[in-house]
């Protein structure tokens, strides 16, 4: 089983839907989490953290679910602007992170 | 302020060549992170550099290995390369006093022949 799994998509919506992606991770002693986005040919820039409460950045909402071992991201109202591949990505006890192989999302006019 | 930068952008080797691929962070940083990233896969961890030491490391061989120097940068070589070697090479840096946040150079392309 890999350490971080991620629908692997591709995801392809309208503008103006709504999408989730959806994470989930083997070492429940995972301390860290974040959404990163990678445009095609590019390096990963952070997206959000990802708290135990969950939080939200305008059109994003991050939810962690620590029993479950999951993690989501909701875009509401996706932009042509939002295609994307997203990674999720886990912090362990100690330095290492592990990414997962990422979701890629189009969104069509 | 420059961003974490990386040389060179791209690189063809043969099999069993050596490559050295280099990475300065970002002013205040002092943590390098080392990153290989096939097509189609997440980026996977190949270890990582706080003061000038290797402070953990992924499932790479030892093939695999690096240096920081005292100015924060850093290198990673790889010795007789392989052509699954052929992958994207990413470094991330730190911000110095533990902020979690990384802050990815843009790579560096190697295609082994």
Redesign the interface.
């Known amino acids: 089983r890999k350490e971080?799994e991620q629908d692997p998509g591709p995801f392809n919506v309208p503008e103006g839907a709504t999408v989730a992606f959806n994470c989930t991770y083997s070492n429940s002693a995972s301390q860290?989490f974040?959404w990163y986005r990678q445009d095609c040919r590019?390096?990963?820039?952070?997206l959000m953290?990802v708290y135990s409460s969950g939080n939200e950045d305008g059109r994003f909402t991050a939810q962690l679910n620590r029993a479950s071992q999951y993690i989501s991201l909701l875009i509401r109202d996706s932009k042509l602007s939002d295609s994307a591949t997203y990674?999720c990505v886990v912090?362990t006890g100690?330095?290492?992170?592990?990414?997962?192989?990422?979701t890629r999302l189009f969104v069509k006019a | 302020d420059a961003g974490v930068t990386q040389s060179p952008t791209h690189l063809i080797k043969t099999r069993g060549q050596q490559v050295t691929l280099r990475c300065s962070p970002k002013s205040g940083h002092d943590t390098v992170?080392w990153?290989q990233q096939a097509l189609?896969?997440?980026?996977?961890?190949i270890f990582?550099y706080?003061e000038e030491e290797e402070?953990?490391r992924?499932n790479f061989p030892d093939r695999f290995s690096g240096h920081q120097f005292p100015n924060y940068s850093s290198e990673l070589n790889v010795n007789a390369l392989l052509l699954g070697d052929s992958a994207l090479y990413?470094c991330a840096t730190r911000l110095a006093g533990g902020e979690?946040?990384?802050?990815?150079?843009?790579?560096t392309r190697l295609l082994v022949l």
Do not use: D, H, N, W
Not at chain 1, 94 to 102: P, R, V
Not at chain 2, 100 to 107: D, I, K, L, S, V
């Open positions: 971080v860290s974040f590019k390096e990963p820039k952070l953290s990674l912090k100690g330095f290492k992170t592990i990414f997962g192989a990422g | 992170s990153y189609g896969q997440g980026p996977q961890f990582q706080y402070r953990q992924g990413l979690e946040t990384q802050y990815f150079g843009p790579g």
